[in-house]
């Protein structure tokens, strides 16, 4: 039996990475936890492999705090230090993967569960260092329309006005400002190029948001058979949130609506015909369809002048986060 103590939901923002995490919670042997970036954030920035055992406290601090009050909600990690101390030895030094998994060891502890879902979408960029560093590892690759991706990206500075109260206005001008179809076109094709490395391993598996909402069931039970655990009818009821184009609900069903959504309106002509020309290739290699265009769009024309003051404005908004990009360069430079 080679059931897995860490899955790692992964992909594009806005893929469905955070609903199938929900489908997963509902199991009596896992537990998801929140969106850590651990990984972008933390681990990233190292300037060296070993700790000190301060810094690991600091370290296990902000995973306790991000775990309780959620990614935006920089309350006091201080108060976790009394935890943090009994969790880590002061006496001893230590790596940035050690922390993480006394940090996953102690909330399954604290859970009465066995296996950890981890569904920060770009830790796809992190893949190779994860399975050195962790064993039983097992990988879902969240896959979805790039039309749907792209409307998703354009109205996600809704978010905070349609349920998700807890999003500071910042996260959400950032959002809006990271938005360009050129811009959101190539991530989408640069997490699959990333994780198509990995294809064909016992250990990944690719899964179509599309084909999970119009199958969800026979769709549950191929993963929970390849993530070896038993399937039951509760992992199907989860709650409809996270929507960046309606507002949340509590109702517990799998809401077939949302897939292919941008043929319903939301996109332009322009937009749609640059996300088919950049991501044709991957679209090919997951079956979804083009629209036909006679002609490239007029609009296509502005998108391309404005791409380099968008592509300024956005690293303007994202200083603190540049670290994924450089770890994407070294990636492409060293494969």
Known sequence: MNQPKYIFIVGSSRSGTTMISRVLN????????????????IYSSRKKDHISAKKAIEIMNVLLMRQEFGLFQNKNKNKFSKISNSILSVNMDYTYFDVFQKFIDYILLEKNKKIACLHTPNNLFYLQDILSAFKHVKIINMIRDNRDVLLSQKNKWRRKFLGAKSIPFFESL???VNYHPFITSYSWNNSINRTNLFDGNSFFSFLKFEDFLSFPKEKTIELCTFLEIPFNEDMLKIANIGSSTEN????????ESKKYKWKNGGLNNSEIYIAQFISGDFMKQFHYKKQEFP???LGVIFYAITAPFKILASLLLNLGRLTVFFDMIKFHKTK
């Open 295 to 297: 002609l490239p769009p």
């Open 26 to 41: 509902q199991h009596h042997l896992v537990h998801t936890f929140k969106e850590l970036h651990f990984f972008s954030q």
């Open 174 to 176: 950032r959002s809006k």
């Open 248 to 255: 949340d609900s509590d109702e517990q069903f799998i809401d």
